[in-house]
């Protein structure tokens, strides 16, 4: 039985990166850097027992678009540990419970993971979402087009209009993050060893894309992003990837589910991977829906019973209204027409997989079509796409 369940202190944190050093450093002292490119409001939960802090969590304050409107406030969680000998006795799924609470509290109704098993995390309440494609690309296939002319290097004042073309990209989609400018300086700055090679595609004045990276083999190299907001800085940027043919065998780049990159020449020895994004979640109910935009032409009601055994306080039956893009979530009193788990609805909440998806994966149970398809059309909108990892 844990003793304590409760935030670590800022002194304690020495603590916490001993169980840290132990669970991901094989030892290695020195401090773990899980606040450096987070929005401020990042904590650590920690359980004791009779021997000391044995488990802790750690849930980054980050924010993520959904769409063009909101921003979300994501719980992303790291640092996941317990000290071997305290191992199996529940403690990091307590600690991941006292996170959510947490979470909660502070008004993060999102949460997001990478996860070390699927299952681990699917019992308190994370289920994979998003689809992330995955670009293997012999540089020898790619073509130099007219449109490389208007590639060039990035400069340095060239940092918000980048950034701009960033949000733009990231507005697609529900999940991207929105950066802080310690994590633009991680993407863009160059490092003590090396040198990072950005590359933008500017029209009429407008950067309309650009690619990164650093570091890499002559064999293969991984680009950190790539971003075009339209078709031709895509078959740009794809012509100076050719220009690297000296130096790069094959680069390799990740894209959402809807990139076009197959639409500009498909060739037999382009390698394309797929698998889920992430793990997340829905941590309140109530106030994830009703942050939420849906399109202009939802309008009505739908009552759903939702089942969550790590977060009590969203099972229960809600009744969800949405006139004029506002949504109105209040406690149901009348039969409930969709009945699914927080898994089923945070898939859908992200949009990957989207709620007929759901359903037919058998993972909901519909008492209403009609009520059925007010939920689908309410959490109708982008893809989820998320380029960070932590
Ligand atoms: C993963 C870890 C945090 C679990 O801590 P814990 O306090 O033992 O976790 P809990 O007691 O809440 O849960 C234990 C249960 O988790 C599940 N579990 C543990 N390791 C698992 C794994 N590798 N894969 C799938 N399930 C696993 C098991 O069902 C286990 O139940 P059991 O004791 O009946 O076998 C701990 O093993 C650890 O610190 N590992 C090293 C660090 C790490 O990899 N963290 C994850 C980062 S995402």
């Not at 991207?176 to 633009?184: E, G, K, Y």
């Not at 500017?202 to 680009?223: H, P, S, V, W």
């Not at 989207?354 to 037919?360: E, Y």
């Amino acid at each position: 039985m844990p003793a304590q369940i409760r935030l670590l202190e800022k002194e304690e944190i020495e603590e916490a990166n001993y169980i840290w050093s132990q669970a991901f450093r094989r030892g290695r002292r020195g401090d773990s850097d899980w606040v450096d490119n987070t929005h401020g409001g990042t904590f650590t939960c920690g359980v004791w027992d009779q021997n000391g802090l044995q488990a802790v969590v750690v849930v980054c304050d980050y924010r993520v678009h959904l769409g063009a409107e909101v921003i979300a406030p994501m719980g992303g969680i790291g640092g996941v540990a317990c000290l071997p000998a305290s191992r199996g006795k529940g403690y990091a799924g307590d600690a991941l419970r006292y996170a959510l609470q947490q979470m909660r509290e502070r008004g993060f109704y999102l949460s997001a993971l990478f996860p070390f098993s699927w299952d681990y995390y699917r019992r308190f309440g994370w289920e994979w979402v998003g689809v992330r494609r995955e670009y293997r690309v012999p540089t020898g296939i790619l073509q130099v087009v007219p449109e490389t002319g208007n590639v060039r290097a990035y400069r340095p004042e060239d940092r918000s209009a980048l950034i701009a073309t960033y949000t733009a990209f990231a507005q697609r989609y529900r999940g991207a993050f929105l950066r802080t400018d310690v994590a633009w300086d991680q993407i863009l700055n160059s490092t003590e060893k090396e040198h990072t090679f950005t590359y933008v595609y500017e029209q009429d004045g407008r950067i309309e894309g650009y690619f990164t990276y650093r570091g890499g083999e002559e064999k293969e190299t991984g680009l950190r992003e790539w971003v075009a907001l339209t078709p031709r800085a895509y078959r740009g940027l794809l012509g100076l990837l050719r220009r690297h043919e000296m130096q790069v065998e094959h680069f390799k780049w990740k894209a959402p589910a809807d990139d076009p990159f197959w639409a500009f020449g498909y060739h037999w020895d382009i390698e394309t991977s797929i698998e889920p994004a992430t793990q997340g979640r829905v941590v309140d109910v109530p106030r994830a829906l009703e942050a939420w935009r849906p399109a202009p032409s939802v309008c009505g009601r739908v009552v759903i019973h939702v089942v969550d055994d790590a977060a009590p306080w969203n099972t229960g039956t809600w009744q969800v209204s949405c006139e004029d893009r506002n949504v109105q979530v209040r406690p149901g009193t009348a039969e409930p027409q969709v009945t699914l788990d927080i898994q089923a609805l945070s898939q859908a909440y992200y949009g990957t997989p989207d709620l007929d998806a759901v359903r037919n994966a058998g993972r909901l149970t519909v008492h209403d079509e009609a009520g059925y398809r007010l939920l689908r059309d309410l959490l109708h909108g982008p893809i989820m796409w998320i380029n960070d990892s932590f």
